[in-house]
Structures are given as structure tokens and as C-alpha cells.
């Protein structure tokens, strides 16, 4: 991959917060039809996890914008997705295993449901 460390970082999470979203968002609609005594303090909880999320995505964008990296969703296969990465015009489809997406989705809703700040992936991690 041609990208840096750093831009390998912004690709990653540029992938993994819009999962993150929608993950979010189906929990706030279970939430919301939950019988719990008290389900406010959780919808409003979920739903402000969702505004960090949703302004961290577009720093993210912006960030991506103005060191010249692209990511478009590529195809994906019974147990991959591929992502067409585009880096300072170094152009790369990428695999990612969806098991490891989704492994790596949880991990990273723990981090920002604890205030842990994003750690830099190990070379051979997503």
C-alpha cells in the first residue's frame, strides 16, 4: 500500500465509522421499543455517540481531501470486502476480511464508549 501510517489510519476509520453508524443506529431503534424503566438516558446516550461519530467522520473527510485520498466501496464477497483506494494517485483495490471488520467495529465502539482515543494499527492490522 502506498499510503503512510497516518493516511493508513484515516482510510481505516473512514471505513470502519460509517459501520459504526449504522450499528448505532439499529441499537437506538431497539432502545427505543426496549421496556425498560428509564430508556431515555440510552437513546440520548446512543444518540450522542452518534454526533461524535458523525463529526469525527467528517474531519475525517476533510483530512482525507486535503492529503489527496479517495475510498469508494469496491464489491464485496461471501466473507471480504474490497475498497478502491486511491492515495496521492497511487491507485489499489484493498481486501479486508468482514469477520475482522466487524471484530474491529466492536473494538473500536468499546474505545469511544469508554473516551479511549483511537490507537495506531499494528503494520499487518486493520
Known amino acids: 500500500m502506498y499510503a503512510t501510517k497516518e493516511e493508513s489510519l484515516l482510510i481505516d476509520r473512514f471505513i470502519l465509522y460509517p459501520m459504526l453508524l449504522t ?10 421499543r426496549a421496556p425498560f424503566k428509564f430508556t431515555q438516558p440510552y437513546i440520548l446516550w446512543i444518540e450522542e455517540k452518534m ?37 496521492r494517485g497511487y491507485d489499489e483495490v484493498i481486501k479486508y476480511s468482514n469477520f475482522h471488520l466487524r471484530n474491529q467495529a466492536e473494538l473500536t465502539l468499546q474505545r469511544l464508549f469508554l473516551g479511549l482515543p483511537w490507537r495506531r494499527r499494528p503494520s499487518n492490522a486493520l
Open 23 to 32: 450499528i448505532l443506529n439499529r441499537d437506538l431503534q431497539i432502545f427505543q
Open 51 to 87: 454526533r461524535e461519530i458523525t463529526q469525527e467522520l467528517h474531519q475525517i473527510r476533510k483530512e482525507m481531501r486535503a492529503k489527496n485520498i479517495k475510498v469508494s466501496f469496491h464489491r464485496v464477497y461471501e466473507d471480504t470486502s474490497e475498497y478502491h483506494v486511491i492515495v
